[in-house]
């Protein structure tokens, strides 16, 4: 069965101070695994998509990597605004469709 | 360039009444996604339009249907609303079925 386990649940950080996010996931022929941040009561907005185990993607503060079993969503010297929900979630081949996590709450203080 | 744009913002049903949620796709973008989210939770699919027909469905009743016309947009139509389809209602866009997903702000539904 597909599973997408994203730990913690929810994390708070002090500004500046750096963490990981992790998701960990089970799936048959993945296609990619997507990362996506969520303000409350808004929509998910697409941060990265990553394709193959070994690949990294950066924009900004931010940094995803993948494995064949996980990825982690790297915070570096995160700031108040980086405070949001981030998902996420992966596509199977041959499937359209994505297969969210619960997400992981990230509040950063200042 | 517009992005992917929903109506209504929120809406207010009770129980066994029929609700039709509105979804414009990003520029240059020809599929549409439609899933559902309940508070706390990820979205969950409901299903995808590409070329006016239904390319996948996730695990829904055929209460929840949907169309899609000629300019890409699409409706998501739910029949005999129960309290439990209360969510958040999201639509997302992409350009061709596998490619990245972009999201809409949702419609926010409350079912009395």
């Known amino acids: 069965e597909d599973q997408v386990t994203q730990s913690p649940e929810a994390l708070r950080l002090q500004e500046g101070e750096s963490s990981s996010l992790n998701c960990s996931y089970t799936?048959?022929?993945?296609?990619?695994l997507f990362w996506y941040r969520q303000d409350p009561g808004k929509g998910p907005e697409f941060l990265f998509t990553l394709y193959s185990a070994g690949e990294e993607k950066e924009k900004e503060r931010l940094k995803a990597t993948l494995t064949k079993k996980e990825s982690f969503l790297h915070i570096t010297a995160p700031k108040p605004e980086d405070s949001a929900t981030y998902l996420c979630a992966v596509q199977k081949a041959g499937a359209n469709n994505l297969f969210f996590g619960t997400g992981t709450r990230l509040t950063v203080i200042p | 360039d517009a992005g992917v744009t929903q109506s209504p913002t929120h809406l207010i049903k009770t129980r066994g009444q029929q609700v039709t949620l509105r979804c414009s796709p990003k520029?240059?973008?020809?599929?549409v996604s439609w899933y559902q989210q309940a508070l706390g939770q990820g979205p969950q699919f409901i299903f995808q339009y590409y070329e006016e027909e239904e390319r996948q469905r996730g695990n829904f009743p055929d209460r929840f249907s949907g169309h899609q016309f000629p300019n890409y947009s699409s409706e998501l139509n739910v029949n005999a609303l129960l309290l439990g389809d209360s969510a958040l209602y999201l639509c997302a866009s992409s350009f061709t079925l596998y490619n990245e997903q972009f999201f809409g702000p949702g419609t926010r539904l409350t079912v009395l």
């Open positions: 520029s240059g973008h020809d599929t």
């Open positions: 799936v048959s022929g993945l296609r990619g």
